[in-house]
């Protein structure tokens, strides 16, 4: 399996999908260090997790967040809530 640092899939993400879609290759998505995500071809995501699991989270959500234009800040803004929260132990991450 292929493994690219975020910085270097979010400059390569078209080839990455290209790869994926075409080529039937699963990717791993690594954020300092750490295997965050895959990306697999959506016939493989449908056999294997969409019906299989309970579509009550954030598959039912899909969608939900395309009029958002830029969400490389709107992830860095939910990070930081994150950071900011007082009903939360800051010591697992």
Do not use: C
């Not at 449908?46 to 598959?59: C, F, P």
């Amino acid at each position: 399996m292929e493994i690219y640092n975020l910085t270097e899939a979010k400059a390569k993400l078209s080839a990455i999908i290209s790869r994926v879609a075409f080529g039937g290759k699963a990717i791993t998505i690594r954020r300092k260090g750490k295997n965050v995500a895959v990306v697999v071809p959506y016939e493989e995501y449908v056999q294997k997790w969409a019906r299989t699991r309970d579509n009550s989270g954030l598959l039912s959500a899909k969608g939900a967040l395309g009029d958002i234009e830029d969400i490389d800040e709107f992830v860095k803004n939910i990070y930081e809530a994150r950071e900011n929260s007082t009903d939360r132990s800051h010591t697992g991450m």
